[in-house]
């Protein structure tokens, strides 16, 4: 590696760390300005503020972050040298720009690797931990494809939920004996909670089955709606099994249970799609941002630079946003939106990159 590629990624490197840092905290003040009554209510003393923000910023902010980040650092490693004539002395003494900046590309390939791998393992485990609230000891498992919650003699089965409408769906209620053996069961595909946390299960099949002859068929009822009122304040906690909570490996399980099941999984399939496509917007971001700096030589000032990247990541995210509603669809060619998106940001970056004069 050449002095000057060496001098450049470390310069890129720096910056990354910097601008991340400095980035994180100016989240962690307008949370802290935004959300103080709700942080200083709820969390005792610095160590509970520290927490909810270890917390926070991973969980909603940390996937975007990395990206965003690559781009400022690559664009100002690159724009500041441009700017100093650092490329055109390089240019004279017979080196290439392009031969130069491999380097960062290779960096920030790397740096998608590991946001792939930070995304799945500490920003899960925050996302989990925000979703479920303070206080919450009970969690929600995911076996055979739902998620599952066991509190005293109730096991509770969900396929699905949305806390917005506070709706579950594909529910199963077990009741058993202190000794474990079933009770009654009941079932439906769409479950209300209400404010006073009873559930209206619609439609709801109803099997009681009789423990001193474990032999005979349960008793079935159907009923329009069923009403259980066994749910506590800390199963609120199922309205928060969601499938965005869920490993790569999980979530992959999900959507064949679902397709099994004959249920829609367009809508999660574009979810793990995304999933794996989004970090390596890192290395998608500094292919865009490297041609804007080296332009600060001849075209733009490093301010422009930086007005023009901030348009086409805006043009990014718009476009990522639309191909995610597209999903609503149930078009099975729009779970691959991520990567059509993606490519296309991949293609607009090398296309400049190849344009720039060497």
């Not at 700017?83 to 003494?93: L, N, Q, T």
């Not at 865009?288 to 600060?296: E, F, K, M, N, T």
Request: hydrophobic share 50%; aromatic share 8%.
């Amino acid at each position: 590696m050449r002095t000057l590629s060496r001098y450049l990624l470390a310069s890129y490197l720096k910056l990354f760390v910097t601008i991340l840092f400095a980035a994180m905290i100016a989240i962690a003040i307008v949370e802290m300005l935004l959300n103080s009554d709700q942080v200083l209510d709820d969390h005792a003393g610095l160590s509970g503020v520290a927490h909810y923000l270890l917390l926070r910023l991973p969980a909603y902010y940390f996937r975007d972050l990395i990206p965003i980040t690559s781009f400022a650092a690559a664009l100002s490693c690159i724009g500041l040298a441009a700017r100093s004539r650092e490329f055109m002395a390089a240019k004279s003494g017979g080196i290439s720009p392009r031969i130069m900046v491999v380097p960062i590309l290779v960096a920030a390939m790397l740096l998608s690797a590991v946001a792939l791998i930070v995304n799945e393992t500490w920003v899960l485990a925050a996302s989990r931990a925000a979703t479920r609230g303070d206080g919450e000891e009970e969690e929600v498992s995911f076996r055979r494809g739902s998620f599952w919650y066991h509190r005293d003699d109730t096991l509770y089965n969900v396929q699905e939920a949305d806390p917005g409408s506070r709706t579950l769906r594909g529910v199963r209620v077990f009741e058993t004996t202190p000794a474990g053996r079933l009770l009654q069961s009941t079932q439906a595909e769409v479950v209300r909670v209400d404010e006073e946390h009873r559930w209206h299960m619609q439609d709801a099949t109803v099997r009681s089955f009789d423990v001193e002859r474990p032999a005979s068929a349960p008793a079935v009822a159907r009923l329009d709606e069923a009403i259980l009122a066994v749910a506590a304040e800390r199963d609120l906690v199922l309205l928060h099994a969601r499938a965005n909570t869920l490993s790569l490996n999980e979530l992959g399980e999900y959507i064949r249970a679902r397709t099994a099941d004959g249920r829609d999984s367009v809508r999660y399939r574009e979810m793990m799609h995304a999933r794996i496509a989004d970090p390596f917007a890192v290395l998608a971001f500094s292919l865009v941002a490297i041609p804007l700096g080296l332009a600060v030589e001849r075209r733009y000032s490093l301010a422009a630079a930086g007005v023009i990247g901030i348009v086409i990541l805006g043009v990014f995210y718009t476009a990522r946003t639309v191909a995610s509603m597209l999903v609503s669809s149930a078009i099975p060619a729009t779970a691959f939106g991520p990567w059509c998106v993606l490519a296309a940001l991949f293609s607009f970056g090398a296309l400049q990159f190849f344009r720039t004069p060497q």
